[in-house]
């Protein structure tokens, strides 16, 4: 029983919390962009928040339903539908859990106001590689084969639970406090907290004040590993400040190399580099970059590391609070009985029935 | 010599402790104690929600999980319970001798090398032999070790027009620093020879072969030696351990 890879969509794979504690080695921790959207894809179908799940940028996934039926939860502004054996379509709404049966087709067709969406997939049954499933492909870790889920992968899962395969849950969307999703010209403007450091003295004091007054617009340059900004130039203190001796580099790490155009790294950032890092952002505001589309206008709010703190534990109060309000959704779609009207779950299956 | 060290903000994830700004083998060795200092106090209960450390040439990265520590909390720690001037750093590391085909197409720069450093081939390829040389840090790539010191007549800029692809394996000097390529990638480095060991292994317990601190000699092999143990590379019957530097009895 699996989830068969028929398209690919622009770059899907599986992705938990990530590889911790091997950046001395020089290898990043890859893992989701966006924490509290696994959390909540694998609370709505109640297990462990950092079971792997599938990351999906932009429209274009599909996945089938080899044999038994899975349940599957979606996260993001996504536009999904389930194509049936039978070739009749439904509408798969986010927020929620769905239950796919043999031969059913999952497509994610569009990931709306955010660049990516999350799959989560009950008891999905993937090895972890040096702790995480996490797929980091500059060294082909983790995931299925080291790679991007590419066409016919297939996606183990173990058993579902049959008794709870026809009861659905659900969540509000949940908004980031730096979110703002408004925009009369319909340029976003999306407000990060980061803290200044650590090679604010690399550049100029009108350099720092630019950096926290005026809004960066988010490129197309932007991955896994990255984004890169485009605003006002971010001029160094010298010409010999625009190098650094190699210094750590963090998700989060705002660097600016030698052009004044800032870089915010993320998931798979790797470990050292020697442009100079002009602020932090905070742990809390990282997840933003992964949501963010190119376009997307930034501002960065200077906080000192107290009050950074004071956002993230905010903000997982917050988490908390949401993942403690799923609640069961009445479906017209699949229900209990339905599957056991159509011979998935209990009593007897007669497997030549259901292929008729 | 060495400047005071400095605490430097990185969010509410890290505090990047601070030695100096420059390559040096004096300020790694700091950072190294550091590194053992912290572990140390992460066992004694000082440093609850620490994750990880990251060494490099001028500082020490201490990764802490911000639900449960501060970095604030992470700097008075550190200010209470100062690096104590015996700090023993070298406890865990490993020494390893590494195989490289000097010259020709293993090593094409060995002659610009030479004429830059007004030194013979011979010469150039005896001096890189000679040291014993310290893992400063890993990064950049997955496995990619800076090593140092070479010797100081090998000392030279990176290379004006750096390779769009060099070779994994290949084994390059540049400032003061020697290094082995574990992945194909470009590089601005001027390439000596090469080494016919894997530096990274998906399937290995621990996926790197160098770790921060280890200490690496090179040893010269010819081409015959080189493709035979390419061999055992491809083949993936190269055991590291049996490269581990065992001090002669």
């Known amino acids: 029983m699996s989830l068969v890879v028929e398209q690919t969509g622009m770059f899907s794979t599986l992705q938990d919390r990530g590889r911790r504690g091997l950046r001395d080695l020089g290898i990043p921790w890859a893992g989701v962009g966006c924490e509290p959207w696994m959390r909540f894809a694998n609370r709505l179908l109640d297990q462990v928040e950092d079971t792997p799940v599938i990351e999906t940028f932009e429209g274009g996934l599909t996945l089938r339903v080899k044999t038994e039926p899975v349940k599957i939860s979606l996260i993001g502004d996504v536009l999904a539908t389930i194509t049936h054996s039978d070739s009749s379509v439904t509408q798969a709404n986010a927020w929620r859990t769905h239950t796919l049966v043999d031969g059913d087709k999952l497509t994610i067709k569009r990931t709306g106001i955010y660049r990516c969406a999350v799959l989560g997939v009950q008891h999905l049954d993937v090895t972890p590689h040096y702790g995480s499933a996490s797929t980091y492909l500059n060294a082909s870790l983790g995931g299925l084969n080291g790679g991007t889920l590419q066409i016919g992968d297939d996606l183990p899962y173990a058993e579902q639970n049959a008794a709870t395969l026809g009861e659905h849950k659900s969540l509000q969307p949940f908004q980031f406090p730096g979110e703002k999703n408004e925009a009369a010209d319909g340029n976003l403007t999306w407000t990060v907290q980061a803290v200044p450091g650590p090679q604010d003295d690399a550049f100029t004091d009108t350099a720092l004040e630019t950096f926290f007054t ?65 602020a932090t952002v905070t742990s809390a505001d990282r997840a933003l970059f992964a949501l963010c589309r190119p376009g997307t206008k930034i501002q960065f709010d200077r906080v000192n590391t107290i009050a950074a703190r004071e956002h993230t534990l905010q903000l997982e109060e917050s988490v908390q609070q949401h993942l403690a309000s799923v609640s069961p959704v009445v479906d017209t779609h699949l229900n209990t009985s339905r599957l056991l009207g159509l011979n998935l779950i209990g009593g007897v299956t007669d497997a030549l029935d259901f292929d008729s | 010599m060495q400047s005071p060290v400095r605490y430097l903000n990185a969010g509410d994830t890290a505090l990047i402790v601070e030695f100096g700004n420059d390559i040096d083998k004096a300020l790694v060795d ?15 209960g000082h440093l609850p929600g620490l994750q990880e450390t990251i060494p490099t040439f001028r500082s020490l990265a201490i990764v802490i999980d911000p639900l449960v520590i501060s970095v604030d909390e992470v700097k008075a720690t550190l200010q209470n319970h100062p690096v104590s001037a015996q700090q023993n750093t070298s406890t865990s590391s490993n020494a390893w001798r590494l195989p490289v085909c000097y010259g020709s197409d293993f090593g094409p720069d060995v002659e610009s090398v030479a004429k830059a450093t007004h030194l013979s081939t011979d010469e150039v390829i005896a001096s890189h032999l000679r040291q014993t040389y310290q893992v400063y840090l890993l990064g950049f790539q997955p496995g990619y070790g800076f090593l140092g010191d070479t010797d100081p007549r090998l000392h030279l800029p990176r290379r ?6 060099v070779p994994a394996g290949s084994v390059a000097i540049a400032m003061k620093l020697t290094c082995v390529y574990p992945w194909d990638c470009p590089g601005g480095w001027h390439l000596l020879g090469r080494c016919p060991l894997p530096m990274f292994n998906a399937q290995a317990d621990r996926p790197t072969m160098l770790s921060p601190n280890d200490t690496v000699t090179f040893e010269s092999i010819d081409a015959n030696a080189f493709n035979a143990l390419e061999k055992d590379r491809i083949n993936g019957v190269i055991q590291w351990s049996s490269w581990l530097n065992h001090s002669s009895p």
Do not use: C
């Not at chain 1, 932007?222 to 890169?228: E, K, V």
């Open chain 2, 30 to 44: 700091a950072v190294n104690a550091l590194r053992e200092h912290v572990k140390q106090l992460h066992k004694q």
């Open chain 1, 214 to 278: 005026h809004t960066f617009t988010v490129t197309a340059d932007i991955d896994r590993m990255g984004a890169r900004l485009d605003g006002p130039e971010i001029k160094h203190r010298s010409a010999k400040h625009k190098d650094i001796v190699s210094d750590a580099i963090l998700p989060g790490s705002v660097q600016v190399p030698g052009i004044g155009k800032p870089i915010v790294m993320l998931a798979d950032a790797h470990t050292v580099g020697g442009y100079p890092k002009i």
């Open chain 2, 160 to 165: 004006t027009e750096p390779r769009i692809r």
